[in-house]
């Protein structure tokens, strides 16, 4: 065994990407001393995103003050490697960072925008955001504005819009934003399919874990339709119906409406980011995994974008999971070899996390057993 990547999700509520990595590499580091170990802890595009690029090579931590969802004055960060820039609006803009004043009807996504604004002043050319975890439901209206889009209302005055104020904008300019954004590719990570507005959209889905009552969720709703139809009439361009438009409170629909930018699958862009393929040619294994393992997994999560590239190689994938559930046997045509759990006991989630990091140390260590075995 010469190389072993470990290239997990995190087990969401128990164990981090990076902490699956160090307690995997500990384990085989022992058995395989020789062996290249490459860690490559990846993140949904959610809180912990930006962390994960910067425990990859060549990747550097940018700070900057920006607001909050209540616009007052944090720290944030992004990483960058060369011109390219990695960051999360849920360092803005997170659900836990609202705890105890939940409300999506008023809440800003603005300290996202200043936060591409600071990296793109600072040369850089390929923005790479993450979608997930927001507090907000303002359609990226928030982020547009820093970055130089005027939304005026109806009596000309330019104002900065929140979820219950966007039926207010009566015109838009994206002038100064076109000038600030030129040459420069901004592409968010999504690994959701809901539109914009309607039963399936941002307001209904997403904003009752917001803080938003049946009511709130109603009318959110419905100024998440008018700025489609809005946007519509404006650009002649459809923007809400577009997979992943309702991320984020709608922000996946105002990064591609207001900054021209694009959506893609996040463990796709993610993967092709750090040139996984690139390093395969030489691998012996792959070692991933994440917290449960279902069948919404082959839509496109971690394991599943991992093992379609890895098949291509003929590398075997082992996936060390929480939890799995429904009829997995799928996945097998997908590229992975085989499927361990954590779980060494069927016992409720809550008993199971407080000893995730030790159950995962033995099943890597089966696992390694089983290797040594082999050969």
């Given at each position: 065994?010469?190389?072993?990547?470990?290239?997990?999700?995190?087990?969401?509520?128990?164990?981090?990407?990076?902490?699956?990595?160090?307690?995997?590499?500990?384990?085989?580091?022992?058995?395989?001393?020789?062996?290249?170990?490459?860690?490559?802890?990846?993140?949904?595009?959610?809180?912990?995103?930006?962390?994960?690029?910067?425990?990859?090579?060549?990747?550097?931590?940018?700070?900057?003050?920006?607001?909050?969802?209540?616009?007052?004055?944090?720290?944030?960060?992004?990483?960058?490697?060369?011109?390219?820039?990695?960051?999360?609006?849920?360092?803005?803009?997170?659900?836990?960072?609202?705890?105890?004043?939940?409300?999506?009807?008023?809440?800003?996504?603005?300290?996202?925008?200043?936060?591409?604004?600071?990296?793109?002043?600072?040369?850089?050319?390929?923005?790479?955001?993450?979608?997930?975890?927001?507090?907000?439901?303002?359609?990226?209206?928030?982020?547009?504005?820093?970055?130089?889009?005027?939304?005026?209302?109806?009596?000309?005055?330019?104002?900065?819009?929140?979820?219950?104020?966007?039926?207010?904008?009566?015109?838009?300019?994206?002038?100064?934003?076109?000038?600030?954004?030129?040459?420069?590719?901004?592409?968010?990570?999504?690994?959701?399919?809901?539109?914009?507005?309607?039963?399936?959209?941002?307001?209904?889905?997403?904003?009752p874990q917001k803080g938003a009552d049946s009511e709130m969720v109603a009318v959110l709703d419905e100024k998440l339709k008018?700025?489609?139809?809005?946007?519509?009439?404006?650009t002649g361009n459809n923007y809400y119906d577009i997979k992943g438009a309702g991320a984020a409170?709608?922000?996946?629909?105002?990064?591609?409406?207001?900054?021209?930018?694009?959506?893609?699958?996040?463990?796709?862009?993610?993967?092709?980011?750090?040139?996984?393929?690139?390093?395969?040619?030489?691998?012996?294994?792959?070692?991933?995994?994440?917290?449960?393992?279902?069948?919404?997994?082959?839509?496109?999560?971690?394991?599943?974008?991992?093992?379609?590239?890895?098949?291509?190689?003929?590398?075997?994938?082992?996936?060390?999971?929480?939890?799995?559930?429904?009829?997995?046997?799928?996945?097998?045509?997908?590229?992975?070899?085989?499927?361990?759990?954590?779980?060494?006991?069927?016992?409720?989630?809550?008993?199971?996390?407080?000893?995730?990091?030790?159950?995962?140390?033995?099943?890597?260590?089966?696992?390694?057993?089983?290797?040594?075995?082999?050969?």
């Amino acid at each position: 065994m010469k190389k072993i990547i470990l290239i997990p999700d995190s087990f969401k509520g128990t164990l981090s990407a990076a902490e699956f990595c160090h307690i995997s590499s500990d384990v085989l580091k022992k058995h395989f001393p020789a062996a290249e170990i490459i860690s490559l802890p990846l993140a949904d595009g959610g809180e912990g995103t930006t962390d994960c690029f910067l425990t990859m090579d060549g990747y550097t931590k940018v700070t900057a003050t920006v607001k909050n969802a209540f616009m007052e004055d944090i720290t944030g960060y992004y990483a960058v490697k060369g011109n390219t820039a990695v960051m999360e609006m849920a360092m803005c803009a997170s659900l836990p960072s609202a705890r105890g004043r939940e409300n999506p009807a008023t809440t800003t996504t603005y300290g996202v925008g200043q936060l591409i604004c600071h990296a793109v002043e600072n040369g850089t050319k390929k923005i790479i955001l993450g979608l997930g975890g927001s507090c907000t439901n303002d359609a990226g209206t928030g982020m547009a504005a820093a970055l130089g889009v005027q939304f005026f209302d109806k009596d000309g005055n330019s104002f900065i819009p929140t979820g219950e104020t966007l039926d207010k904008i009566t015109a838009f300019n994206t002038e100064n934003t076109d000038i600030l954004l030129k040459d420069v590719e901004i592409t968010a990570m999504c690994d959701i399919d809901n539109p914009l507005y309607g039963k399936n959209g941002a307001a209904y889905i997403f904003a009752p874990q917001k803080g938003a009552d049946s009511e709130m969720v109603a009318v959110l709703d419905e100024k998440l339709k008018y700025i489609a139809s809005f946007t519509e009439k404006q650009t002649g361009n459809n923007y809400y119906d577009i997979k992943g438009a309702g991320a984020a409170g709608g922000m996946g629909f105002g990064v591609c409406a207001f900054l021209g930018g694009s959506l893609k699958p996040g463990v796709n862009l993610i993967l092709e980011t750090i040139g996984f393929e690139n390093q395969l040619s030489d691998t012996d294994l792959i070692i991933t995994g994440e917290g449960r393992l279902d069948s919404q997994s082959l839509s496109g999560k971690a394991v599943i974008g991992i093992s379609r590239i890895a098949q291509k190689y003929n590398v075997p994938v082992i996936a060390v999971v929480g939890s799995v559930a429904d009829d997995v046997s799928p996945v097998y045509t997908q590229g992975v070899t085989a499927v361990f759990t954590t779980n060494t006991q069927p016992v409720p989630f809550e008993i199971a996390a407080a000893s995730t990091g030790r159950n995962l140390e033995f099943t890597v260590e089966n696992i390694r057993r089983m290797i040594a075995a082999i050969k």
